[in-house]
């Protein structure tokens, strides 16, 4: 576990106290593309740009974690999720070990989950980032009690909740909007804040005399590693 804040710069926590589960059988972690779930992050992008479909990554650790067993069993390994969410998401599987292998090629299969996860900042499993169709991480839902319907609701609220803020941005301007851009980029897990470069240049863009002070803040906040 501790090897895991090592290698990806941050520290990653289950979700909630261990618990005693019964001996579970998971699902396979990278279904096929054709079921609508792709174990390669890139693919997953390139499909969901050219239907214009959002991107689920669903981050777990079947072998060793509690809450991703338990939301593979009641919810992931359920045909009716992934195909009752197809027409709006494409989906992509990673599934982690407990402790990374240090010798990974970083061009390999595994090696580029590692370097998926610290894109990320991963810090809590299981996790279910919501993207838009480039990739960028806007949302994320951990384990929710319920199955799938409820799991569903969840994942489609923060995606219309992302809908209506975008909305809402085209009929701003000027330092309204550069404010409404740093409130959504200051709820943001900081790690991800760093994926969405469009939004902080346009924050920039938006107040060009810098009357709300956000101007200066992000282009030193672009200068930095």
């Not at 995606?159 to 909007?177: C, M, Q, S």
């Amino acid at each position: 576990f501790l090897l895991w804040a090592a290698l990806l710069g941050a520290t990653v926590s289950r979700a909630q106290a261990t618990q005693t589960t019964p001996p579970h059988a998971p699902t396979p972690p990278f279904a096929p593309a054709s079921n609508d779930a792709s174990p390669d992050f890139e693919y997953a992008v390139e499909a969901a740009r050219a239907s214009g479909r959002h991107h689920l990554v669903i981050f777990t650790g079947l072998a060793w974690e509690t809450w991703s067993r338990r939301l593979d069993r009641e919810v992931l390994a359920r045909p009716e999720f992934a195909s009752s969410l197809a027409a709006d998401f494409v989906l992509t599987r990673v599934d982690l070990p407990e402790t990374p292998r240090p010798d990974v090629a970083p061009d390999g299969p595994e090696g580029r989950r590692y370097a998926l996860a610290a894109r990320f900042g991963l810090h809590v499993f299981p996790a279910i980032y919501l993207c838009t169709p480039e990739g960028r991480p806007y949302a994320l839902v951990g384990y929710v009690e319920g199955g799938p319907e409820v799991v569903r609701g969840e994942i489609r609220a923060k995606r219309d909740a992302y809908a209506a803020f975008t909305a809402r941005l085209a009929t701003l301007e000027g330092p309204d909007l550069a404010r409404a851009l740093h409130a959504w980029l200051r709820a943001l897990p900081e790690p991800l804040r760093a994926l969405h470069p469009e939004k902080i240049q346009a924050v920039i863009d938006a107040d060009p005399t810098d009357s709300t002070g956000l101007r200066a803040h992000y282009r030193l906040a672009q200068t930095l590693p």
